[in-house]
């Protein structure tokens, strides 16, 4: 009977035996709870296809989208101390940068690149909110200061994309020294007149909302980000009032003059690539964007930009209404003022 003992085992484990199914095969929305296949979510640039729900996107494929044909060459970053402050927890602070890196395959919470962006060059850096929540420490600010200077050495616009917790706690004062440094940088980019915009994700918080995120030249936001310094539920337990709909969202701060426009996902590029050929002044390549303004001396990133050129770009899109004959009755008659300040009907005829 031994046999049957052997091969008893066997027989069990076949038909016990159950597939290995992927966590992430399908995925909930948080809106609807609608399950999404996660290669069609994929497929659609991380969009819900039903309620437009905009997930999280990590760092490489945030720049895969970004970059033409999905192309582009990391930015090398200057190393820093690891763990300076020998931090710990309930775990030791070098355990769980060791963990994280694993897990994401990033250095740190920033990944910087360079490539195209419709035939442009372009520096653009990603947050990635898997890494400690895309928490701002000695390295994140190190990466987001050597795109900068990246950008400032090649005469690149730079593009960053935010998405952070704040403040990497872990660090201290270290991190918070992280806010002054990249705001030098982001000057540097200024006195180069280089175009610095940058996107806004969800969620955008704390230091990074404090310093380099608010300090773009055009900020464009993703539909339903969270942007803020302190979170909504920490305003509403300090203040002990209820706050509105949609407080602290993307389309709230558009409302009250925070941000300057939000963009779906599927035009954020053609969007990013228009800003950029804009704000660069290249008169050859800014037909493919938008019109601006200008008056009689028009500047663009501090660039100073023929009026005719932007005339004649704002005809190309129809933008630009020639006036037209008005019939003398309908003309409104001119005014002018008194000595004592009143304003009067000038007479027709040559009448005094």
Known sequence: MNWINSIRPKIRSLLTTKRDVPENLWVKCPDTGQMVFYKDLEANQF??????????????????????????????????????????????????????????????????????????????????FRFMGGSLGMAAGEAVICG???????????????????????????????????TIAVQMLREARLPYIVVLTDPTTGGVTASYAMLGDVHVAEPGALICFAGPRVIQQTIREQLPDGFQKAEYLLAHGMVDMVVHRHQLRETLARLCRLLNGDTAAVRTARSIAAEEHGYLNGGPVEPKTIESLARSYGDVMDAEPVEEPERFEPRTRDPDGKPRSKPRDGAR
């Open 47 to 128: 969009v819900i296809p039903g309620s437009n729900h905009h997930m999280r996107m990590d760092a490489h494929k945030r720049l895969q989208h970004f970059f033409d044909r999905g192309e582009f060459e990391v930015v090398p970053v200057r190393d820093v101390a690891p763990d300076p402050l020998k931090f710990r927890d309930g775990k030791r602070y070098s355990d769980r940068l060791k963990t994280y890196r694993g897990d994401t395959e990033l250095l740190d919470a920033v990944l910087v690149g360079e490539g195209t962006l419709e035939g442009q060059d372009v520096v653009a850096a990603a947050q990635d």
């Open 148 to 182: 900068m200077l990246r950008a400032v050495e090649r005469s690149t616009p730079f593009v960053l994309f935010a998405a952070s917790g704040g403040a990497r706690m872990q660090e201290g004062i270290l991190s918070l020294m992280q806010m002054p440094r990249t």
